[in-house]
Each structure stands twice: as structure tokens, then as C-alpha cells.
């Protein structure tokens, strides 16, 4: 195996403790056995998200001290501007806090009840915001992103003809496509430059916008530089070009590659379709030129979108998750292959057979795994997806029960994977021991949200 350096020093040093087993069971107890229950202190190496938690450079420090605070017009907002223009292409830049932000006033504006959204997949926070207009997504992944072991290169990919028959189906109640790079509910899956190509085409014979949910973009982009033959001779900064040229508008959660610790965007390639969006904005974010950030943050942003694109970074970081992938693979853990951008996705079906969906596996193996190392991951199956079936009152299941280690960007050494790795093959020694499931008891009600806020037992 070729060492793959980490190309960035320490700078300043954020301590961390590992707490003992007493403090965890106590934490366990405290948080009701969901992650989201547990204090940052509580946790050791915290793999719950990639979004936000990434480490700032120092001239993403130093573009913070520039920020202009205007509450309209502020030079801030023209440096975001200009980058956005320069890495991605797009004229009209909405900035707004976050990436669900950027959901609510895209699907807010563009989608009212009834209406479809075909997509490959959406994340949590996406169909809950298509929910709470509605309407309702429709899943066009290839049937490949539902095999854990399927080593596709593209496991993202929209399925043509599934979508053309979506379209089929619901013609004019579709208000727009949707893609999300990297498939972040599918195991951090890239989608392929010839395949967005191909949605783009159909979206446009139909005349139906296409919008990226392109959080992950610089990933997904790096990925398509190594695994699609035809882009091999090109930049990852021309690759992100050309798959932005494929869409009229993006949506952004600027907390995953462009690397702030807050922020979203919404891009559009026409003025109609930006005012068609920016009234939501005002009314819930902020004004046009701010949109719920401060001035400094733009810069940040701004200043992160123009480094997300350096091939070193995106070499270590695809290669530090896959480097826990492999550690994993080594101590026979089963999970998502090939890895993904940003985080590897443990199979929890198949980690613990024995355990009922019904009964969460991937949030069990969530508690063991934080017992055996105060590590934090999260569980992404039955109690994030599952949903009732309106008609019948049935509970459907998700196809995947997966349990999500997210990588944070240039925060974790290679030798913190090292010990994830370890913890999670000790628990997967365990695993016919753990003969318990977990079960809701106070939660929320909320459409796609609950796993949020949910107390288990
Ligand atoms: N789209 C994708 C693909 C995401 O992964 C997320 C967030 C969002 C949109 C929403 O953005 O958090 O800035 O409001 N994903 C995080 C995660 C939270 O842990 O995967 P946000």
C-alpha cells in the first residue's frame, strides 16, 4: 500500500480526551442512544457529518478578517460572486445559511403540492423539504447503488430510462430534476460526467430545469478524473466546469467541499430563474446579497470554493477514506464498495443479520461502535428512511441499512483512521453478542425528520 501524506501541517491544535467506559454509558444514557443525544465532549473522533466540520486554511483565516458587513452590496458578496463565476461558471449567486436553506427556497419557489421531483437519490434533509411543500421525490438510481458489494465506478448514476418513464408518468407535475453529487444517501457515490451529459439532454428535450445538489461536487469530480477514460487529460477544476455546464441551477450545502463551517448557495444559470427564487430568500434568509450569512463568511466561502478544486487535497482525501476502507476491508467489516467521496458506509445489514430492521441494526451498531471507542458515526436505514405507506398504513423499509463514518476535511490524521478502523473490527468480533434492537420511544412528528430528535431504547 503506497502512503498517501496528509499535504497540510498543524497549525493550531484543538485538544481532544478520550472518555472512559463509565462516562460513555453515562452519555449513551443521557443522549436516549441516539448520536445526535451525545455532547461534542462525550466523543472522541466524531465521524458524525462531513458538513461544517472541516478545518479552515489559513487563508480562509486571513479572508475572514476582509468580510464586509453592509447589509447590501457588501464587497464580500462581489468576492463570492466572482468565484463562483470563476470555479463554476453560474452568473446569479444566492447565498444563503446552509444547504437545507438553499432546498427551502429552491422547492419553495418551484415546487407546490402533488408535483414530483425525480432525482437519483435525495438526501434526509432534501426529501424532508419535498415533503413539506407537497410534493415528493422520485428514486432514479441505478438498481447497481442497491448492492453493497457492486463495485461500480459510478454507483450515483441516474438510471435513463427510469427517468424518461418518471417523466412519462407524471409529465407537467414535474417542476424540475434533481441530481445529487455525490450520491450522499447511496454510500457517497459519483455520479459520471456522461451520465449527467445524458440527464441533462433528456431534461432539456423535456424542457424541465436540472438542478445539482452539488455539495459534494469537487469530490465527485475528482472521482470522474480517475474512473472515466474520457476525462483522465482533464483538470478537476475543468471536469467541475463541464458537469456545472450540464445544469440550469445548483443547490449548495457550502459546509462539504467548499469547506466553511456554514453556508449555502443556490446558482443560477438564467435571471428569471434567479428572481423566480430570490423573493423566498428575502422572506426567509436575508437580503439578495447576504442571505443569512455574515460578510465574512461570503469571504470564507468564496476563498473555499477556489482551494476545493486542488488535486493534492482531493488525492489525500479520497485516498484517507479509502484508506479506512481498506483497514476495514482487511478485518473482513462489510461495506459500501468502492468507498465513497466523504465517508465509508458500513453495511449494517449484513454486520448484524440477526437484528430485525425493525429493530434499527445501524443505529445499534452506531451505540456499539461508540462504546467500544467513543467514536461517533451515524445510522442511515430504517429509522432515518423508513416511511408509511399512505394507502395500506404499512411501514416501507429502505432498501440499505447503512451505518456512515463521515470523513471531516483536513481535520483527521491517517493514524485516527487507524484507530477507527481497529475499534470497529473489534466490535465486528463481537457481533454475535450483540443481541439487543432498539426502539422508538418519545419522537417528534415530523415527516422525515424524526430520527433527528428521536429517544431510543
Ligand atoms: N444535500 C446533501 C447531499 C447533503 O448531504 C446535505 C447535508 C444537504 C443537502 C443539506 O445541507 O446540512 O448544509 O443544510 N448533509 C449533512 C450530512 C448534514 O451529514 O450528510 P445542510
Redesign the pocket.
Same mark, same amino acid.
Given at each position: 500500500r503506497r502512503i498517501q501524506p496528509e499535504p497540510f501541517r498543524i497549525k493550531m491544535v484543538e485538544p481532544v480526551s478520550i472518555p472512559d467506559a463509565a462516562q460513555r454509558e453515562e452519555a449513551l444514557k443521557t443522549g436516549h442512544f441516539n448520536m445526535f443525544g451525545l455532547r461534542g465532549e462525550d466523543v472522541y473522533i466524531d465521524l458524525? $457529518?462531513? +458538513?461544517?466540520t472541516g478545518a479552515m486554511s489559513k487563508y480562509q483565516w486571513a479572508a475572514l478578517m476582509k468580510g464586509d458587513e453592509a447589509y447590501a452590496g457588501a464587497t464580500s458578496f462581489y468576492a463570492l460572486k466572482e468565484a463562483v463565476k470563476d470555479v463554476l461558471g453560474f452568473d446569479y449567486v444566492i447565498p444563503c445559511?446552509?444547504?437545507? =436553506?438553499?432546498?427551502n427556497v429552491t422547492f419553495g419557489s418551484l415546487a407546490k403540492p402533488g408535483d414530483k421531483i425525480p432525482f437519483n437519490m435525495?438526501?434526509? /434533509? $432534501?426529501r424532508a423539504h419535498i415533503f413539506n411543500v407537497g410534493a415528493e421525490p422520485v428514486d432514479c438510481v441505478i438498481d447497481e447503488a442497491f448492492d453493497p458489494e457492486c463495485r461500480h465506478p459510478f454507483k450515483g448514476n441516474v438510471d435513463i430510462p427510469k427517468l424518461e418513464k418518471a417523466i412519462a408518468t407524471y409529465g407537467d407535475k414535474i417542476p424540475l430534476i434533481m441530481v $445529487? &453529487? /455525490? #450520491? #450522499? +444517501?447511496g454510500g457517497g457515490q459519483p455520479v459520471s460526467l456522461e451520465n449527467l451529459r445524458q440527464v441533462s439532454a433528456v431534461a432539456r428535450k423535456h424542457k424541465i430545469p436540472l438542478f445539482l445538489?452539488a455539495?459534494?461536487m469537487a469530490e465527485n469530480a475528482y472521482f470522474i478524473k480517475v474512473r472515466e477514460e474520457a476525462c483522465k487529460s482533464l483538470s478537476v477544476g475543468q471536469i467541475l466546469r463541464a458537469c456545472m455546464d450540464c445544469a440550469d441551477a445548483i $443547490?449548495? +450545502?457550502?459546509?462539504?467541499d467548499p469547506l466553511v463551517n &456554514?453556508?449555502?448557495l443556490v446558482c443560477t444559470r438564467t435571471e428569471d430563474l434567479y428572481y423566480r427564487i430570490l423573493p423566498r430568500v428575502i422572506l426567509c434568509e436575508g437580503f439578495a446579497t447576504y442571505g443569512g450569512l455574515a460578510g465574512r463568511d461570503l469571504e470564507c466561502l468564496a476563498q473555499g470554493l477556489r482551494e476545493m478544486v486542488d488535486e493534492q487535497y482531493l488525492a489525500h482525501r479520497v485516498a484517507q477514506v479509502a484508506y479506512l476502507g481498506d483497514l476495514l476491508e482487511e478485518g473482513g467489516v462489510p461495506f459500501v464498495k468502492p468507498a465513497g467521496g466523504? =465517508?465509508i458506509f458500513i453495511d449494517a445489514a449484513a454486520f448484524l443479520p440477526h437484528i430485525p430492521q425493525k429493530y434499527y441494526p445501524a443505529d445499534v451498531l452506531a451505540v456499539e461502535v461508540y462504546r467500544e471507542g467513543a467514536i461517533r458515526g451515524?445510522g442511515l436505514g430504517a429509522l432515518a428512511f423508513a416511511t408509511k405507506d399512505e394507502a395500506t398504513g404499512e411501514t416501507v423499509y429502505p432498501k440499505l441499512e447503512l451505518f456512515?463514518l =463521515?470523513i471531516n476535511r483536513r481535520t483527521y490524521t491517517n493514524s485516527h483512521m487507524e484507530y477507527v478502523a481497529q475499534s470497529i473490527v473489534d466490535v465486528y468480533k463481537r457481533r454475535d453478542r450483540i443481541r439487543y434492537g432498539l426502539e422508538v420511544g418519545f419522537a417528534p412528528a415530523a415527516k422525515g425528520l424524526h430520527h433527528f430528535l428521536a429517544h431510543l431504547h
Amino acid at each position: 500500500r503506497r502512503i498517501q501524506p496528509e499535504p497540510f501541517r498543524i497549525k493550531m491544535v484543538e485538544p481532544v480526551s478520550i472518555p472512559d467506559a463509565a462516562q460513555r454509558e453515562e452519555a449513551l444514557k443521557t443522549g436516549h442512544f441516539n448520536m445526535f443525544g451525545l455532547r461534542g465532549e462525550d466523543v472522541y473522533i466524531d465521524l458524525l $457529518t462531513d +458538513s461544517g466540520t472541516g478545518a479552515m486554511s489559513k487563508y480562509q483565516w486571513a479572508a475572514l478578517m476582509k468580510g464586509d458587513e453592509a447589509y447590501a452590496g457588501a464587497t464580500s458578496f462581489y468576492a463570492l460572486k466572482e468565484a463562483v463565476k470563476d470555479v463554476l461558471g453560474f452568473d446569479y449567486v444566492i447565498p444563503c445559511h446552509q444547504g437545507r =436553506a438553499a432546498e427551502n427556497v429552491t422547492f419553495g419557489s418551484l415546487a407546490k403540492p402533488g408535483d414530483k421531483i425525480p432525482f437519483n437519490m435525495p438526501f434526509d /434533509t $432534501t426529501r424532508a423539504h419535498i415533503f413539506n411543500v407537497g410534493a415528493e421525490p422520485v428514486d432514479c438510481v441505478i438498481d447497481e447503488a442497491f448492492d453493497p458489494e457492486c463495485r461500480h465506478p459510478f454507483k450515483g448514476n441516474v438510471d435513463i430510462p427510469k427517468l424518461e418513464k418518471a417523466i412519462a408518468t407524471y409529465g407537467d407535475k414535474i417542476p424540475l430534476i434533481m441530481v $445529487t &453529487i /455525490t #450520491n #450522499n +444517501s447511496g454510500g457517497g457515490q459519483p455520479v459520471s460526467l456522461e451520465n449527467l451529459r445524458q440527464v441533462s439532454a433528456v431534461a432539456r428535450k423535456h424542457k424541465i430545469p436540472l438542478f445539482l445538489d452539488a455539495a459534494r461536487m469537487a469530490e465527485n469530480a475528482y472521482f470522474i478524473k480517475v474512473r472515466e477514460e474520457a476525462c483522465k487529460s482533464l483538470s478537476v477544476g475543468q471536469i467541475l466546469r463541464a458537469c456545472m455546464d450540464c445544469a440550469d441551477a445548483i $443547490t449548495v +450545502s457550502a459546509k462539504k467541499d467548499p469547506l466553511v463551517n &456554514i453556508g449555502g448557495l443556490v446558482c443560477t444559470r438564467t435571471e428569471d430563474l434567479y428572481y423566480r427564487i430570490l423573493p423566498r430568500v428575502i422572506l426567509c434568509e436575508g437580503f439578495a446579497t447576504y442571505g443569512g450569512l455574515a460578510g465574512r463568511d461570503l469571504e470564507c466561502l468564496a476563498q473555499g470554493l477556489r482551494e476545493m478544486v486542488d488535486e493534492q487535497y482531493l488525492a489525500h482525501r479520497v485516498a484517507q477514506v479509502a484508506y479506512l476502507g481498506d483497514l476495514l476491508e482487511e478485518g473482513g467489516v462489510p461495506f459500501v464498495k468502492p468507498a465513497g467521496g466523504h =465517508a465509508i458506509f458500513i453495511d449494517a445489514a449484513a454486520f448484524l443479520p440477526h437484528i430485525p430492521q425493525k429493530y434499527y441494526p445501524a443505529d445499534v451498531l452506531a451505540v456499539e461502535v461508540y462504546r467500544e471507542g467513543a467514536i461517533r458515526g451515524i445510522g442511515l436505514g430504517a429509522l432515518a428512511f423508513a416511511t408509511k405507506d399512505e394507502a395500506t398504513g404499512e411501514t416501507v423499509y429502505p432498501k440499505l441499512e447503512l451505518f456512515r463514518l =463521515a470523513i471531516n476535511r483536513r481535520t483527521y490524521t491517517n493514524s485516527h483512521m487507524e484507530y477507527v478502523a481497529q475499534s470497529i473490527v473489534d466490535v465486528y468480533k463481537r457481533r454475535d453478542r450483540i443481541r439487543y434492537g432498539l426502539e422508538v420511544g418519545f419522537a417528534p412528528a415530523a415527516k422525515g425528520l424524526h430520527h433527528f430528535l428521536a429517544h431510543l431504547h
